[in-house]
T-cell receptor
Framework: DTGVSQDPRHKITKRGQNVTFRCDPI?????LYWYRQTLGQGPEFLTY????????KSRLLSDRFSAERPKGSFSTLEIQRTEQGDSAMYLC??????????????????FGPGTRLTVT | QKEVEQDPGPLSVPEGAIVSLNCTYS??????FMWYRQYSRKGPELLMY????GNKEDGRFTAQVDKSSKYISLFIRDSQPSDSATYLC????????????FGKGTKLSVIP
């Protein structure tokens, strides 16, 4: 399977605990994104990496959230001191810089299956 | 007013019908437009990617962009029960920001 993979697929945790999610992008993609999606809403952007550099963060990414992408390969998203409001689907996406077989910049993003977080 | 407006539905159609899904947007900086299909409890799957006004066809799917009206559409011909899903429109300005801005999604049911 050459798509974006995420682990775990489902996480149940108690309020106040820390959780960490992992994303493995499509191998040739140097751009990686994290989004959060709640029921009945579209995904909301959290953060963006180009290779190992974190280039953009949303206001949604509070101090309790941290993301890393060491060596520009897989990425982790950690939530500290989880709150019930953190319950959501956390989606990872990746994209190439150029369209397939071209030198034209592209902005399409390919999503993984998501990690569903439930905070009790 | 949200940057991207999309009627959440639900929309129910008989098998074989032509489905029309729409989004409007307020940010004239948006230049790149995508449609995603999302099955329940799954990640969004990219269906169509366009960056110019006009139509783009791929099999039973046609994406239409009207930048002057800030309006995009996705048409599904000969709809199938397997098309039952939530359809999300997404937009990108192409410069200065790397994020996609999504609509809320329209839930579609195709009845056999």
């Amino acid at each position: 399977d050459t798509g974006v993979s995420q682990d775990p697929r489902h996480k149940i945790t108690k309020r106040g605990q820390n959780v960490t999610f992992r994303c493995d992008p499509i191998s040739e993609h140097n751009r990686l994104y994290w989004y959060r999606q709640t029921l009945g809403q579209g995904p909301e952007f959290l953060t963006y990496f180009q290779n190992e550099a974190q280039l953009e963060k949303s206001r949604l990414l509070s101090d309790r959230f941290s993301a890393e992408r060491p060596k520009g390969s897989f990425s982790t998203l950690e939530i500290q001191r989880t709150e019930q409001g953190d319950s959501a689907m956390y989606l990872c996406a990746s994209s190439p810089k150029y369209g397939f077989g071209s030198s034209t910049l592209t902005y399409e993003q390919y999503f993984g299956p998501g990690t569903r977080l439930t905070v009790t | 007013q949200k940057e991207v407006e999309q009627d959440p539905g639900p929309l129910s159609v008989p098998e074989g019908a032509i489905v029309s899904l729409n989004c409007t947007y307020s940010n004239s900086a948006f230049q790149y437009f995508m449609w995603y299909r999302q099955y329940s409890r799954k990640g969004p799957e990219l269906l169509m990617y366009t960056y110019s006004s006009g139509n783009k066809e791929d099999g039973r799917f046609t994406a239409q962009v009207d930048k002057s009206s800030k309006y995009i559409s996705l048409f599904i011909r000969d709809s199938q029960p397997s098309d039952s899903a939530t359809y999300l429109c997404a937009m990108h300005s192409g410069a200065g920001s790397y994020q996609l801005t999504f609509g809320k999604g329209t839930k579609l049911s195709v009845i056999p």
